[in-house]
C-alpha cells in the first residue's frame, strides 16, 4: 500500500507514473455533457462566448519493468490556423516538452496505447517532417483495439470529423501498428480493457501494482465534471453503454480507492473519489 507523491510522480510499487499535458483545447460544452442543460454544466465549466469550454489532454508516462508507456498523445501539433481557432488550442505545454523535463526523447518510448483514435487522443502519434506525418515515436509499437482501427478506417458521416487519417495511416505504413483484441496486459502490471461506449472499441487502461490501482478511463471519465452518472459526452456512439460501465467503474473506484486519470480535465488531472450518499466527489487530487 506504498503510494507516494511528489513532483507529479505516482508511484505504484515499483511502477511510476508521470502525467504530462499536452497542453489544452475547448470544445462546445453542449457536446461534453450530452443531455445535461447548459444550466447546471456551466457551474462546473463556465463556457466561453462561443460556447466552449476548457479541456485537458493529460497523458500519463507509465514505466514498468524497464518499459515507458504513453496512455495516449495528446493533440499534436499537425493543425492548420482555422482548426487552432476552432477547438482554441494552446500549445504552452507540450507532450515533447514534458518528456524533455525527464530527460526522455522520442526514441525512449517503448509502448503508446491509443485509448481509441480520435484527433484529441491520437494527434500526437505522428508528426510532420517535410509536410508528410510520420510517427512521432520511432521505436514504439501503437497498441489500439484492432476493431477501432477497423472503424477508423471506414468511418461513417457521425464519426468522420473525429478519425484524421494522418494520425493513424503512416503508423501503420511504419509497420509500428500492434492491434490487440480484448483485454491484455500489455506489459507488467498495466492491461488494456476495452468498455466501449464513446466508441464500440474504446478501451480503458488500468496500472497495478503495490497493492494499489489507477484507472485511466479516458472518455468514459474525462473530467471530474463528469462523475455524476447522467453527465455523459455528446459525442458517445453508445451512450448507455458508457452509463453501464462508468456505473461500475465508480463504485469499484470509490471501494478500492483507486487512482484515476482524469484525461480531459483541466484542472484535476489525477485523484481518487469517494462517495457521498447518491454521489461520488473528488477526496484527493494530486500531480
Ligand atoms: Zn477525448
Not at 475547448?26 to 447548459?38: E, I, T
Not at 447546471?40 to 515507458?68: C, F, H, I, K, M
Not at 520511432?138 to 476493431?147: E, F, H, I, L
Not at 503495490?210 to 462523475?227: E, K, M, N, Y
Amino acid at each position: 500500500m506504498d503510494v507516494s507523491r511528489g513532483s507529479g510522480v505516482l508511484e505504484l510499487g515499483d511502477i511510476r507514473v508521470h502525467i504530462l499535458s499536452d497542453g489544452r483545447f475547448a470544445l462546445d460544452g453542449g457536446a461534453m455533457f450530452g443531455v445535461v442543460p447548459r444550466m447546471l454544466w456551466q457551474r462546473t465549466d463556465p463556457p466561453d462566448e462561443r460556447n466552449r469550454v476548457s479541456l485537458g489532454l493529460n497523458v500519463a508516462l507509465v514505466e514498468t519493468a524497464g518499459q515507458r508507456i504513453l496512455v495516449d498523445t495528446g493533440m499534436g501539433d499537425k493543425w492548420s490556423e482555422p482548426d487552432r481557432a476552432m477547438y482554441r488550442i494552446d500549445r504552452s505545454t507540450t507532450l515533447l516538452d514534458g518528456l524533455r523535463g525527464l530527460g526522455l526523447g522520442p526514441e525512449d518510448i517503448d509502448i503508446v496505447i491509443n485509448t481509441h483514435l480520435h484527433f484529441d487522443h491520437a494527434g500526437g502519434n505522428t508528426r510532420l517532417q517535410e509536410d508528410r506525418a510520420v510517427p512521432t515515436f520511432p521505436k514504439a509499437r501503437y497498441m489500439v483495439q484492432m476493431g477501432e482501427w477497423e472503424d477508423a478506417t471506414r468511418p461513417h458521416e457521425r464519426s468522420r470529423a473525429s478519425y484524421l487519417e494522418a494520425n493513424f495511416v503512416p503508423i501503420a505504413e511504419a509497420k509500428q501498428l500492434a492491434p490487440v483484441q480484448g483485454e491484455v496486459e500489455v506489459a507488467p502490471g498495466v492491461r488494456v480493457v476495452p468498455v466501449g461506449g464513446h466508441t464500440a472499441y474504446h478501451q480503458m487502461v488500468v496500472v497495478e501494482g503495490g497493492g494499489q490501482r489507477l484507472l485511466i478511463p479516458t472518455d468514459l471519465l474525462p473530467t471530474t465534471s463528469h462523475l455524476p452518472l447522467p453527465y455523459i459526452m455528446g459525442y458517445d456512439l453508445f451512450p448507455v453503454g458508457s452509463l453501464e460501465v462508468k456505473r461500475r467503474l465508480l463504485k469499484q473506484a470509490a471501494e478500492e480507492k483507486s487512482w484515476i486519470v482524469f484525461y480531459h480535465d483541466p484542472r484535476t488531472p489525477l485523484a481518487r473519489i469517494r462517495q457521498e450518499r447518491e454521489r461520488y466527489v473528488v477526496s484527493e487530487g494530486g500531480a
